[in-house]
């Protein structure tokens, strides 16, 4: 078993004091890694050394800690093969998406470097010519970063990057689930010469997550995960009056119009639930089909399904690997459980794919004659498990896609543009994809609405996500007034 019991803690490397844990290999079932988690004590440093390092990292020139970024890229690409190895050994995710999600990574730390000096301020207009009025944007001082187990490393990137670009220091808790390439990334951190203190990254569970969140040094609090977790994590941020950025789960409802070009959206809709054994925030676990194709579209999926490659993940064959973890497992199989209670029709999957009975494999899951009212509409999976809805109007369609508590994301399959636009404002959703799905972007924002979180993360929104506004007012009057009265901008 391969040893990653050290913490990143101001330039250092040292055990973390919370005990020891293992990651364990979904696809061997059987523990590869051992690490240590953090206890209260071990947060604290942590959390303490970003404090010590943050007066002179925000005063650092933005261009200069955009240098810094541009080489922990170079350093992310040139060990993009073993940052995809690590996060496949603790997940069970396919190397090639690993290592492709890697290069990503590097793309949107370049895309955060370069705007890192642009993070501009306004001048605002006075009713006087004596008074000179203008803002800044500043750094909040120490983030707490929590990452999530299925996309590791791009998903730690995406709250590092913009935190330290925008002039913050970070604590970085990945999940315990997978853990491994975080630490790898602390590595590369350090080889990258970024100042000790500035990214700490500490590893642990619920527990490590709760003192970290806690902690009266921290300024922000940046989350991916499950609604729980983000609210036990709100309480946190509540009372220490700390703002929080929270990108949480989804019930992302892909929609096929009759007029739509079923070469694509069949294989966009296998794509977006299948892909990733349905482990995706985003996943299109709700596909709403018109009546009229209806049949064709499930004949489709069915057919495209039934020649998914399962096997080892690190395999470059391999289209679907397992599932993250046993209790994963089980969880998916409860709600195919309950699928069939409420009286959806399964028409494919369940348990296990064929010849791999016994294993974390998921099989590809496919319920028709849903209705919007079931569990299986309502409740996020995170499996492949797809729910299939009818509809016969873009009402009807609209209405069941804003039915649900979440609004992460939405697709929509048309070959008319003016349907598109139309029925893409109308949809409650952060990201709408129009002939594509799970398709993602350094430049464009991702967060949602409801319950699916809010903050937004990417893009250069995000930077507005780790500064705050200073408003800066200049007297240039002979100061000649009354002292008694508040002077007024009007």
């Keep these: 078993m391969e040893d990653f019991t050290d913490h990143l803690v101001n330039g250092a490397w040292r055990k973390g004091s919370g005990g020891e844990f293992e990651s364990v290999d979904p696809y061997l079932r059987k523990p590869w890694a051992r690490l240590t988690a953090a206890s209260e004590s071990d947060v604290d440093g942590a959390v303490t050394a970003a404090r010590a390092a943050w007066p002179a990292w925000r005063r650092m020139p933005a261009y200069e800690r955009a240098k810094l970024l541009f080489r922990l890229a170079d350093l992310i690409e040139r060990d993009a093969d073993e940052l995809a190895e690590y996060d496949t050994r603790d997940n069970g995710k396919i190397f090639k998406e690993q290592r492709g999600q890697n290069l990503f990574a590097a793309r949107n730390i370049r895309f955060i470097a370069g705007a890192a000096d642009k993070v501009l301020g306004e001048t605002k207009p006075q009713d006087t010519y004596d008074l000179i009025d203008f803002t800044v944007r500043e750094p909040l001082g120490v983030v707490a970063a929590i990452s999530a187990w299925n996309g590791p490393l791009q998903n730690a990137v995406n709250k590092v990057a913009p935190a330290v670009a925008a002039g913050n220091c970070v604590v970085l808790k990945p999940s315990e689930f997978t853990s491994v390439s975080a630490l790898a990334l602390g590595k590369l ?90 482990q995706s925030c985003v996943a299109g676990s709700r596909l709403l089909v018109h009546e009229s194709v209806y049949d064709e579209v499930i004949d489709g999926i069915v057919d495209m399904a039934g020649k998914i490659s399962f096997g080892n993940p690190l395999d470059p064959a391999t289209q679907v690997g397992p599932v993250a973890h046993e209790a994963h497992f089980q969880r ?19 348990g296990n794919p064929e010849g791999l009975d016994g294993t974390l494999f998921a099989a590809p899951t496919l319920f028709a004659d849903v209705t919007p009212d079931m569990r299986l509409a309502q409740r996020e999976v995170f499996g492949p498990v797809l ?14 896609a804003n039915g649900t508590e979440y609004g992460l994301a939405a697709g929509i399959w048309t070959t008319d543009f003016a349907r598109a636009h139309r029925v893409a404002r109308e949809l409650i959703a952060g990201t709408v994809w129009i002939n594509t799905y799970r398709t993602i972007s350094a430049t464009a924002p991702f967060g949602g609405f409801n319950r699916s979180g809010y903050g937004r993360e990417r893009g250069t929104d995000v930077l507005a996500e780790y500064t705050a506004t200073k408003n800066l007012m200049l007297d240039i009057s002979d100061g000649a007034r009354d002292p008694f009265m508040m002077r007024t901008g009007k």
């Design 189 to 278: 951190v350090v080889e990258a010469g970024f100042p000790p203190g500035v990214v700490n990254i500490i590893t642990g569970a619920a527990e490590t997550g709760q003192a970290l969140t806690a902690h009266p040094g921290i300024n922000k609090v940046a989350f991916t995960g499950g609604i729980e977790a983000a609210r036990r994590i709100a309480g946190n941020t509540a009372r220490n009056m700390v703002p929080g950025l929270y990108e949480l789960g989804g019930k992302s409802a892909s929609i096929v119009f009759a007029d739509a070009d079923l070469g694509r959206a069949v294989p966009g809709a296998v794509a977006g639930i299948f892909a990733a054994a349905g």
């Design 332 to 350: 998916i199989q409860q709600a195919i459980g309950e699928a069939v209670e409420d009286g959806a029709r399964l028409v494919i999957g369940g």
């Design 387 to 400: 729910a299939v809805l009818k509809f016969s109007s873009d009402e009807e369609a609209i209405d069941i």
